[in-house]
Structure formats: structure tokens, C-alpha cells
């Protein structure tokens, strides 16, 4: 297993820069399989690249962001359009399956939502800590 899959726990993700000491910003690419979501054909075509800031798991004390580069395919079977989609991560949410699982235990162990979110919240500006 790769370093980087033990380290972030979301298999199929290429490190490419790690920046910030609170919160940790870790710069990610998709290096999985990718296939339409309408109808499951191989080929595609790339129409758009853009960058998505999805929270994950604490390391420690410090907060963690990942900063990722998605694509907007169109599928040259079905001719729809959709965007690229991440294991570990649902579709629509700024959040990581392992980062919503920490609040969960952190709130079943009794600390009311209130006191998990003002924990949780980071007041930060992200632009001062985006990768180049």
C-alpha cells in the first residue's frame, strides 16, 4: 500500500503538494478509473477542470482540507455530461466519509453539535493557503 493511501485513508488519489500548518492543505489527483455515471462507457472526453475543497479527518489537533482537481466529462457514448466523482466521497457533499465519521463519534460521545461544529469550525481564509 502506498504511503499516501495509509496517510489519507481514500485509495486512487495522487499527493502532489502539502502546504499550511493549520489547517494542513493536501494538494490531490484522481489517478482512478473513471467511467460515465449514466452509462458506465470508458470513453471520454475532458470539457472542464476545476478545484474542490473538501474538509477530511483531523491530523492531530490541526484541521486537514483537501484541495482537489476535478473534471467535467461529456461521455462519447451517451453524449450526457457529468462530474468526476470521488471514492470516499459523496456526491454533493464538502466532506470526506472519514471526516463526517469523526464528528459522528465525537458528538456519540456525548458533546452536544453545537460544541463539535464551534470545535470543527476553522475561521480562515482558504485563498491565503491555496496551492499554486
Known amino acids: ?26 494538494k490531490l489527483r484522481y489517478t482512478g478509473f473513471v467511467q460515465c455515471i449514466h452509462c458506465s462507457g470508458t470513453s471520454l472526453r475532458i470539457k472542464d477542470t476545476f478545484y474542490r475543497w473538501i474538509r477530511h479527518e ?7 482540507y483537501l484541495y482537489l482537481e476535478a473534471h467535467k ?9 457529468f462530474n468526476s466523482r470521488f471514492p470516499g466521497i459523496l456526491p454533493s457533499k464538502r466532506s470526506t466519509e472519514a471526516f463526517r465519521k469523526e464528528v ?5 460521545d456525548g458533546i452536544s453539535q453545537k460544541m463539535v461544529s464551534a470545535k470543527k469550525r476553522y475561521q480562515t481564509d482558504l485563498k491565503s493557503v491555496t496551492p499554486q
Do not use: Q, W
Request: proline residues 4%.
Open 104 to 108: 459522528f463519534y465525537k458528538h456519540l
Open 58 to 64: 483531523s491530523f492531530g489537533f490541526r484541521s486537514v
Open 1 to 26: 500500500m502506498p504511503l499516501v493511501d495509509s496517510i489519507l485513508n481514500l485509495a486512487g488519489f495522487e499527493l502532489e503538494d502539502i502546504s499550511g500548518l493549520n489547517p494542513v492543505v493536501l
Open 73 to 81: 466529462y461529456r461521455c462519447l457514448s451517451c453524449g450526457k455530461y
